[in-house]
């Protein structure tokens, strides 16, 4: 099978000899041509899949695929799948423990003490005193919530249909996590639904002194709605990994605020070494027939 590597974003030569060696009968190019059959895609380029008319499979490289169903070019009935990386994972678990940790334990607070060279020990609060509201236990929420279970902290997860998870209060009701959430963390993808939804209305929903992490995708959240409720006091930090644009602009307010902690979208960077066993388990279960894991929905849009 001839199979076309496509991305500006992820480097061809960190995948295509560990591919190519994993896969020695099929044939990997980088350019578009129409004996192509499958495509390995992040932010492709300009022009891609109008020169592939005989597609049969894409596989994202990334997990969130709401840059690559917005293409206007993307085939409609060529199968997607996202990709499930155990590396990604488990970075963006450690990822959200850290932010998580630094609110719980006030490090956030103490690094604003020190720049006024301020020695002011502030009363502690036990993990288990702390509700953590998670948007979306899809495959990182879940990760995520259970890490923080393990930690004795509260957790509620938030999910469009429903869900059982050992240790997670999973909830359908969005009202009730924003109101019970000491500290929210979005891990939605962005859907029609989704986009925007962090905005002031929701923001009041929350608890006073509550704590927002966007790991998600920038559009989740309203920027200017977020710096009124941070500036107003009202929540009491903000960690964001995500941004409506990117990169940030660096006439942002976001930069100067010291209410917020900025990230350059590296929550959880896909990592071939984890993920290239998964891609290859893909192409061999379409190749047999079965469907990939991680098929992308797409009237559900993720
Ligand atoms: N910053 C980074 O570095 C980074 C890295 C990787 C991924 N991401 C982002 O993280 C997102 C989530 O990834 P994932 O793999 O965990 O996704 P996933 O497995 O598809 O899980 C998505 C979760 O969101 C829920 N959801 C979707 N639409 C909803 C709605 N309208 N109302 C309520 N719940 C809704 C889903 O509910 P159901 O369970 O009912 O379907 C599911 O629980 C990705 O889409 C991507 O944008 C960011």
Known sequence: VKILFASTSEPAGRWIPALQ???PDDRFVLEPAP?????LVAQPPP???ERLPHLKFIQSLWMGVDQLLANPALPRRVPIARLLDPGMIAAMTETVLAHVLDWHRLHFRYREQQAQRLWKPLPQVLAGERTIGLLGIGELGTAVGRALCARGFRVLGWSRRGKQVDGIECITDRNEVLARSDL???MLPLTPQTRRILNAQAFSQMPEGACLINVARGAHVVERDLVVALDSGWLTHAYLDVFENEPLDPESPLWGNPRVTITPHVAALTEPRTA????VENIERVRRGEAPEGLVDRVAGY
């Open 184 to 186: 929210l963390v979005c």
């Open 21 to 23: 060696a994993a896969l």
């Open 35 to 39: 004996d192509v059959e499958v495509a």
């Open 47 to 49: 022009r891609t899949f």
């Open 276 to 279: 290239l066993p998964k891609v």
